[in-house]
């Protein structure tokens, strides 16, 4: 079948350029008063055509002159009855044209071209949208899988320890940064004394920390006994997801801090 005009497959529904079939029928009448009168038969915006601006370029002598042509994409079953309105050869010869055109249209194979055609785009789509998030994936993996391994361990590590594991992924700290971080943020006891350095209360009740203690025989025989604070692997994964940004950061609320 010979292509009397192009049809618009991009719609749910095929359309065609309003202007191309008023020049397709040679309608005498100004374009501007045609399809307006056109639109009165009962067709309504948004339904059975909308409105289209294309950009008309023509060369003037050496300048190139651009104008802005009004025109509408219009659907098949519109275009089809405008041709019968006319009473034309030209507009049966464009009217038998559509309805060959909707026999072919729904045909099985057309109908499933269509499904196939439609199941493509949406997976473009998908795709597109879901670029920016595989990238965040792919960025935070890393960092996913050495938290997931932290939170695996059941050993409890120094501050100081802790200070290197973050300082090994990209965290600019240090111990004395760490500790100093800790305090003022309320997970270690600021006021100086015999608890300074050591977990808050409720840094304990969280268990992000567990003290250790040990004692030291002096040779006047009395007893030391010293405290050690050490990041449990629960702590360990909490201070580790806070600082490189990743899940589970965020269920201790910073306490009031020790004076």
């Known amino acids: 079948m010979d292509e009397l005009i192009k049809i618009n497959y991009e719609a749910e529904n095929p359309t065609v350029s309003a202007r191309e079939l008023y020049e397709g029928l040679e309608i005498k009448t100004a374009f501007k008063d045609w399809f307006p009168r056109m639109t009165e038969y009962g067709f309504a ?33 519109m275009a089809k009855q405008i041709c019968m309105i006319q009473r034309t050869e030209k507009g049966r010869q464009y009217r038998q044209y559509f309805l060959d055109l909707e026999k072919a249209w729904n045909t099985p194979e057309q109908v499933f071209a269509r499904a196939l055609k439609m199941a493509d785009r949406e997976i473009e789509k998908l795709k597109s949208n879901n670029a920016g998030l595989m990238e965040d994936v792919q960025r935070m993996r890393p960092k996913e899988i050495f938290a997931d391994a932290v939170s695996a361990s059941h050993t409890s590590i120094l501050i100081g320890d ?16 760490l500790f100093c971080w800790l305090r003022e943020n309320g997970y270690l006891i600021r006021r100086q004394g015999s608890d300074w350095n050591m977990p808050t209360q409720k840094a304990m009740e969280t268990g992000l920390f567990e003290v250790k203690e040990s004692t030291v025989n002096n040779p006047d025989g009395s007893v030391q006994i010293n405290k050690t604070t050490k990041v449990t692997g629960k702590g360990q994964q909490y201070f580790i997801n806070k600082f490189l940004g990743t899940k589970d950061g965020g269920e201790f609320s910073p306490v009031q801090k020790n004076k």
């Not at 909308?50 to 659907?75: A, C, H, M, T, W």
């Not at 802790?162 to 940064?177: F, S």
Request: aromatic content about 4%.
């Open 45 to 77: 915006e948004g339904t059975d055509f909308n409105p289209l601006k294309n950009e008309q370029v023509r060369l003037e002598g050496s300048r190139e002159v651009r104008r802005e042509l009004v025109d509408y994409q219009i659907s098949v079953d």
């Open 162 to 177: 802790l200070a290197k594991l973050l300082k090994q992924n990209g965290v600019d700290t240090g111990q004395k940064r």
